[in-house]
T-cell receptor
Framework: DAGVIQSPRHEVTEMGQEVTLRCKPISGHNSLFWYRQTMMRGLELLIYFNNNVPIDDSGMPEDRFSAKMPNASFSTLKIQPSEPRDSAVYFC??????????FGQGTRLTVV | RKEVEQDPGPFNVPEGATVAFNCTYSNSASQSFFWYRQDCRKEPKLLMSVYSSGNEDGRFTAQLNRASQYISLLIRDSKLSDSATYLCVVNRGGGADGLTFGKGTHLIIQP
């Protein structure tokens, strides 16, 4: 299995632009998570899906952030408009329900 | 109180020494517990699950104390390659999926 695949690996964008991060979970996993990691706050859970349905988005910082999972093999996290304080590493992870999560390699986002 | 608390370190330990980390968690509904390892600029990777009876994997031993809500990790005969950040992780419990991560303990093994 290829593991969780994220794209792009690096993204540099200007403030105000739309950013879309992509994730392909491990086949057979029915839970998908988006995390954000910064030095100050560590790893924070933004949102998770179970069987493609968003279950808890209480970690999404504000309305500029949105996430979708149109099918079992694909999810997106969108930031519109982006701001410099959104700069972080964004990880996607997947798991079978209530088991350990496997992470993708992350997207390092820089908003200038 | 933070959901998962860890000493951030860094712990500077000579090669071959034994080192122990603890973490505490606040959510008594948590049912699953893990230690993850994260190398610099890499993704977190599962090191081991933690069971109530305690469990061992080679040089690594994990223990869980539910009454006191703390988790420990012991590394024996430390290697240079053990240098990393170790993340204490608990599930959110109460039927909710998703893992809550501590901010990690930074370990540096010195030759």
């Amino acid at each position: 299995d290829a593991g969780v695949i994220q794209s792009p690996r690096h993204e540099v964008t200007e403030m105000g632009q739309e950013v879309t991060l992509r994730c392909k979970p491990i086949s057979g996993h029915n839970s998908l998570f988006w995390y954000r990691q910064t030095m100050m706050r560590g790893l924070e859970l933004l949102i998770y899906f179970n069987n493609n349905v968003p279950i808890d988005d209480s970690g999404m910082p504000e309305d500029r952030f949105s996430a979708k999972m149109p099918n079992a093999s694909f999810s997106t996290l969108k930031i519109q408009p982006s701001e410099p304080r959104d700069s972080a590493v964004y990880f996607c992870a997947s798991s079978r329900v209530h088991t350990e999560a496997f992470f993708g390699q992350g997207t390092r986002l820089t908003v200038v | 109180r933070k959901e998962v608390e860890q000493d951030p370190g860094p712990f500077n330990v000579p090669e071959g020494a034994t080192v122990a980390f603890n973490c505490t968690y606040s959510n008594s509904a948590s049912q699953s517990f893990f230690w993850y390892r994260q190398d610099c600029r890499k993704e977190p990777k599962l090191l081991m699950s933690v069971y109530s009876s305690g469990n061992e994997d080679g040089r690594f031993t994990a223990q869980l104390n539910r009454a006191s809500q703390y988790i420990s990790l012991l590394i024996r005969d430390s290697k240079l390659s053990d240098s990393a950040t170790y993340l204490c992780v608990v599930n959110r419990g109460g039927g909710a999926d998703g893992l809550t991560f501590g901010k990690g303990t930074h370990l540096i093994i010195q030759p």
